[in-house]
């Protein structure tokens, strides 16, 4: 009779060190489930962004990751520095303004190709023959396999007479690294190494 009941007591003992390692296990995964489930939350929360409009209404809108956007901002931060640089109107104010803000976006190899501009003379005869340059950007290619990446630019100059029109080919090419996003250089890039591949007359239409 004794040993039966010390039987029953080992028993009893398996069953109840059983079910409380159930129990530990089951509280276990519903502990790590409910942190699974806040950090998700928080996550999906981190993608909303929240606009006031003019302090009236609350607008909400959805972001991207970052990673998804570089390629885009990174072809218009190329093209941007090409329209900036390359476009011209008879106005010395507005030439070097637009040359300014330029070079903010890229390192002092751009520089170069504006110094010698100028002391070839080339803004002072756009000016004194009241010449408009306009630039065309038709792509821009990027490779962001490897980094810094490397960026060619295909373009078209369209230089406005009041006799003629010549349209010139521009093709360039550049490294891209990341930089710090600021008012002057909303992208956060910066173009190194930037060198002029083709610049040549494509063709002249009489006006």
Not at 21 to 36: D, E, T
Not at 151 to 171: D, G, K, M
Request: aromatic share 12%; glycine share 4%; proline share 2%.
């Amino acid at each position: 009779m004794e040993f039966k009941s010390l039987k029953n007591i080992e028993t009893s003992f398996r069953q109840i060190r059983f079910f409380g390692i159930v129990f530990v296990c089951l509280c276990a995964g519903i502990a790590g489930y409910a942190l699974w489930s806040a950090y998700s939350f928080a996550e999906a929360q981190r993608q909303k962004i929240y606009v006031l409009d003019g302090g009236k209404s609350l607008m909400l809108a959805l972001s991207q990751d970052l990673s998804q956007n570089r390629p885009v901002e990174a072809r218009e931060h190329v093209k941007r520095f090409h329209e900036l640089f390359f476009t011209l109107s008879p106005d010395k104010s507005a030439i070097e303004g637009n040359i300014r803000r330029a070079l903010f976006l890229v390192d002092r190899s751009a520089f170069g190709y504006y110094r010698d501009l100028t002391e070839k003379g080339y803004y002072n005869r756009i000016i004194s023959g009241n010449i408009n340059q306009n630039l065309l950007v038709d792509s821009v290619v990027c490779n962001f396999d490897a980094y810094p990446y490397s960026a060619v630019t295909y373009a078209r100059q369209l230089i406005i007479r009041e006799s003629n029109i010549t349209e010139r080919s521009l093709v360039t090419r550049c490294n891209l690294i990341n930089s710090v996003r600021s008012d002057n250089n909303p992208h956060g890039f910066t173009m190194e190494n930037f060198e002029i591949v083709e610049n040549k007359d494509l063709r002249v239409i009489d006006r």
